[in-house]
């Protein structure tokens, strides 16, 4: 019974990988076909016959810096931050045990969890040009935001009342609504943290390249907009200035 188990699972992961092969056989000369036909664009000018028609856009960012967390109305210096949200809640089936849960973005949103208005976890992502090009905030969604903000002061802070938090146990600075919140992450056991539980806190982390902010993407031209091409399943952003053919 247990060799019959091991040939059934090989059967059962045969198929899958067979199907994934076929799928990548179908779509990879589909993406080939799209991008060959793709307009290459280095010079950040927009012309009316590029309407409808996808773009590989190479250049330099000029982004509004800084600009506003649609939610926080922290101001950010920096063209990409990711704020970070979570809720101090009990463990589930447990009485006396708590921790800190991000809060996800609602996946069903139009903007994909990119500059949300609510105050769930989100990309956030300045106004961005490339020469004459509005660009779509949506198609930077992907670079990595892996420095910590931890120098936010009382200037960044807008109308939006929020007290700032340096933790004690790590190098973050957290932002929320009470003068007071759990320092910890794990491990808060008690009847005392009754009184802190639903509280929230945001943190933000950042893209901090020190370089050129030179990217070539991909998108489909609309108007002075290059908008994210949502049923082009490729990656649509790269560092650096690069050819069509690369």
């Known amino acids: 019974r247990e060799n019959m188990k091991k040939v059934i699972i090989l059967i059962i992961a045969g198929v899958l990988v067979l199907g994934l092969g ?7 000369p589909e993406i080939k076909g799209t991008l060959g036909k793709a307009v290459y ?12 028609k996808v773009v590989i856009l190479a250049g330099r960012l000029e982004p509004e810096l800084p600009f506003k967390d649609p939610a926080t109305d922290v101001t950010i210096p920096y063209f990409i931050a990711y704020r970070k949200t979570e809720i101090f809640s009990h463990i589930v089936d447990t009485d006396f045990e708590y921790t800190w849960y991000e809060l ?20 956030l992502i300045a106004p961005i040009k490339i020469g004459e090009y509005n660009i779509d ?5 992907e670079i990595e935001t892996i420095d910590k903000w931890k120098d936010i002061t009382e200037d960044d802070l807008g109308d939006y009342e929020l007290y700032i938090h340096k933790s004690k146990n790590d190098d973050t600075t957290y932002l929320s609504e009470d003068e007071y919140i759990p320092d910890q992450l794990t ?33 489909v031209q609309k108007g002075d907009w290059l908008m994210l091409a949502d049923d082009l399943d490729i990656s649509y952003i790269k560092k650096g200035i690069h050819s069509g053919e690369d």
């Open 187 to 219: 491990e808060y056991k008690g009847n005392k943290w009754h009184d802190h539980e639903d509280k929230m806190r945001y943190s933000y982390e950042v893209y901090d390249d020190k370089g050129p902010l030179e990217f070539t993407i991909i998108g």
């Open 41 to 52: 664009i280095d010079d950040g000018k927009i012309k009316s016959e590029n309407e409808g």
């Open 104 to 123: 996800a973005w609602d996946p069903l949103k139009e903007n994909k969890g990119v500059n949300t208005e609510e105050l769930s976890s989100s990309k």
């Open 137 to 141: 905030p949506r198609i930077f969604k």
């Open 22 to 28: 076929i799928l990548i056989l179908v779509e990879l």
